[in-house]
């Protein structure tokens, strides 16, 4: 069973940085792709960013690309997204999952506010 929980959410001003941070406490995802994706309200979940298993690859959605670094420890069973330059438009709840995303992964999230 996996178990993902996020966290290092919370408001910020325009321009700062947080760092979010995915625990998996059930069976190990060391061998799985994973990604992290947000829902703002009033519109649906999107993709944010995702890596592979290994760390080797990275991919970004255009609107968080230069800004967003995606990465991951398997050792520690824990994927992050260390997020710059933050945007009022990148206020949502943030999620992580596998990629592609399964529905009985969605853990709570983690809320990021950012104010202009």
């Known amino acids: 069973q996996v178990q993902l929980v996020e966290s290092g959410g919370g408001l910020v001003q325009a321009g700062g940085s947080l760092r979010l941070s995915c625990a998996n406490s059930g069976r190990t995802i060391s061998s799985t792709a994973m990604g992290w994706f947000r829902q703002a309200p009033g519109k649906e979940r999107e993709f944010v960013a995702g890596i592979s298993w290994s760390g080797g690859i990275t991919y970004y959605a255009d609107s968080v690309k230069g800004r967003f670094t995606i990465s991951r420890n398997n050792a520690k069973n824990t994927v992050y997204l260390q997020m710059n330059s933050l945007e009022p438009e990148d206020t949502a709840v943030y999620y992580c999952?596998?990629?592609?995303?399964?529905?009985?992964?969605w853990g709570q999230g983690t809320q990021v506010t950012v104010s202009s």
């Open positions: 999952n596998t990629k592609p995303a399964r529905n009985d992964y």
